[in-house]
């Protein structure tokens, strides 16, 4: 069994679906604290007191706006003032909104880029000072498909955040594998969460026709994944992209 004893967590998007999921997985798996980050206050205090409730350790919710340097930094300040340390940090959050080419416009792909990619950027450097004084850390991004293949129904710019996610991944586990810090990505197929139900019916049923497992992910199958990513199981994994699609890349 795996079990990341102790440890603190950092999942931001951590309100709903993978997010979520990642954080429940987390504590299952002996985490003695996690910090939920999320843009939607209501959702993200709900989350917090249902898993401690559930689990019996304790969740901080944060209303962060992950593109917001000032917020990411008080989350990561408030992540020290409560659990004294910070040693994996899941990079989640995104938005994928369905618009085409024609309406594509300056500003909503600044937005998406912004969420996607600058997000991340901002909570790796938030906690990375942390993670090198301490000689030890575990950072995920969550990317997508689509890095690989263009986004697919949403916005031109998901795609690109996504391949851009990597790109960041890479230098990460680069740069700061001599101060005991992992660095790696997974690009989920299509999955069971707010997002993924947020194409239509119509695609998500075609999709899943086209799955060879004939079935989308569940979100807590790809937390499984994080999981892994995080844990002393994977200690020489790093700069890797591990798709876990159920071989929907392979159609
Ligand atoms: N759902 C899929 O089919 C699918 C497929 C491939 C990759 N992904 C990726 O998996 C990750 C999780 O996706 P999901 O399906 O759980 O999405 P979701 O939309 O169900 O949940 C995303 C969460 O991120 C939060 N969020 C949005 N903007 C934010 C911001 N600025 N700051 C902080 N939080 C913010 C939302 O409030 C929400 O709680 C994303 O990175 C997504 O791109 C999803």
Redesign the pocket.
């Known amino acids: 069994m795996i079990t990341i004893d102790g440890k603190v967590a950092i999942v931001?998007?951590?309100?709903?679906?993978?997010?979520?999921a990642t954080a429940e997985r987390l504590i299952q798996a002996g985490s003695s604290g996690v910090v939920v980050?999320?843009?939607?206050a209501e959702?993200?205090r709900k989350a917090a007191g249902e898993i401690t409730n559930t689990y019996g350790v304790e969740v901080l919710p944060c209303c962060?706006?992950?593109?917001d340097q000032t917020q990411v930094e008080a989350m990561a300040k408030a992540a020290l003032d409560k659990f004294g340390r910070i040693d994996i940090l899941v990079n989640?959050?995104?938005?994928?909104p369905v618009v085409s080419w024609e309406d594509a416009t300056l500003e909503n792909w600044n937005k998406i880029l912004s969420?996607?990619l600058t997000?991340m950027y901002l909570c790796t450097r938030a906690v990375i000072p942390h993670l090198k004084s301490r000689g030890n850390g575990r950072i995920v991004y969550?990317?997508?498909?689509?890095a690989y293949i263009g986004s697919v129904v949403a916005h031109v710019a998901?795609g690109v955040s996504?391949a851009g996610i990597i790109a960041l991944m890479k230098f990460v586990a680069k740069n700061f594998a001599g101060d005991g810090i992992l660095a790696n990505a997974i690009?989920?197929?299509?999955?069971d969460?707010?997002?993924?139900h947020?194409f239509g019916e119509e695609l998500w049923k075609a999709w899943e026709q086209k799955a060879p497992l004939k079935r989308?992910a569940s979100?807590s199958e790809?937390a499984d994944s994080i999981l892994f990513l995080v844990s002393d199981q994977s200690s020489y994994i790093t700069g890797h992209v591990l798709w876990v699609d159920g071989g929907y890349s392979l159609t």
């Open positions: 931001t998007g951590g309100a709903k679906g993978l997010g979520r980050a999320d843009v939607c959702e993200v962060t706006d992950v593109s989640n959050a995104s938005i994928c969420v996607n997000g969550v990317s997508s498909p689509s998901y996504k690009l989920p197929g299509p999955m969460t707010p997002m993924g947020s989308h979100a790809i």
